[in-house]
């Protein structure tokens, strides 16, 4: 299995017009949205093989780590955690 880490974080850069109504999240929105990512980019990636688990950033409530471990080729995983991201309002990078 490969091994792939995320650094997975929260950014507001106001309403656009792809989106009119954005409200920025509060302290508790985005730890919900940072666990929801967590849950939930397994499936996006659709493989049974597929798990992620996190770790947290000292000092940081508005980032973690995010590792997930699959079978799946690279460019479905990003393709994948870039729909994932996109859902929840959230961004990252990969490490």
């Given at each position: 299995m490969k091994e792939y880490k995320f650094e997975v974080y929260y950014k507001y850069d106001g309403r656009s017009v792809s989106d009119l109504f954005a409200e920025e999240k509060?302290?508790?929105?985005?730890?919900?949205?940072?666990?929801?990512?967590e849950n939930e980019v397994s499936h996006y990636i659709e493989s049974f093989e597929t798990t992620a688990f996190s770790s947290q950033i000292?000092?940081?409530?508005?980032?973690?780590?995010?590792?997930?471990?699959?079978?799946?080729?690279?460019?479905?995983?990003?393709?994948?955690?870039?729909?994932?991201?996109?859902?929840?309002?959230?961004r990252a990078k990969m490490l």
């Open positions: 509060n302290p508790e929105q985005i730890q919900e949205s940072l666990l929801n990512f000292e000092g940081d409530n508005e980032r973690k780590i995010i590792t997930i471990k699959t079978n799946t080729e690279e460019k479905k995983v990003k393709e994948s955690v870039k729909r994932c991201l996109q859902n929840l309002d959230l």
